[in-house]
């Protein structure tokens, strides 16, 4: 009889041992609780915001904000490697949390489809053409019997295809990534491209000599990280992020890495 009495109170220790473990976890007091993880998608072919090393990993401006914001706000990225047009799509179609692409926040038709962040950089609009052009000295040098080209899915591409309908140029020529842009136009291609200010300059770093920006800029647009329409919850942990790595310096370090590279 002894003995049966051990045996129940050796059970019932058990159980209470467990019921103990199981009332902790879900108390949050276990140590399993799993971060949670955003896909973020991007082009990375338009450094210094989107590009790859040499590994081929995803790196750029971007990514480190995404990933200082996630810090700061207790969440993890993983980076996906989408066309730029197929960017929104993805997005609404659930199967990406974020875009992170140097996209234009200011966009009405992209602010239909997405809810955007508050803005991380404000750019601009700038016409490039071959280093030994003298001719095309601004966006008002170029003629009905120009190609020009732009990458396909920015404000560029949109400005390239509104010279081409209104006359002033002869073709658009949308292309995917700026490296094929800028290649066409440094083997006489195209007679121009039409693309973001701090990208142009990172080409340029990159291939000095080749190509330069001409005249004004033709426009002032602001970069915005984009998530599904009605993720409040989302877009306000960036927003929040975002302003604290402002704050504390952690943004401008980045800034002053990427384009000091």
Known sequence: MENMKKKVTLVLAALLSVGMILSLTACGGGSDKETVSYKVGTEPTFPPFDTTDEDQNIVGLDMDLIKAIGKDQGFEVTFENLSFDGLIPALKAGNIDIVAAGMNKDDKERQKQVDFSDAYY?????????????????????????????????????????????????EAVIVDGLDTAMMQLINGDVSAVINDKPVNEAYMKK????????????????????????????????NKGLANIKEDGTYDKLVDEWFNK
């Open 122 to 170: 404000e750019s601009q609009l700038y016409v490039v053409v071959a280093e030994d052009n003298n001719d095309v000295k601004s966006i008002d040098d170029l003629t009905p019997d120009m190609k020009v080209a732009a990458q396909t899915g920015t404000t560029g591409a949109e400005k390239v295809k509104t010279l081409k309908k209104e006359g002033k140029i002869k």
């Open 207 to 238: 291939k000095p000599d080749k190509v330069k920006m001409v005249g004004k800029a033709l426009n002032a647009e602001n970069y915005g990280f984009a998530v599904a329409k009605g993720n409040d919850e989302l877009l306000e942990k960036i």
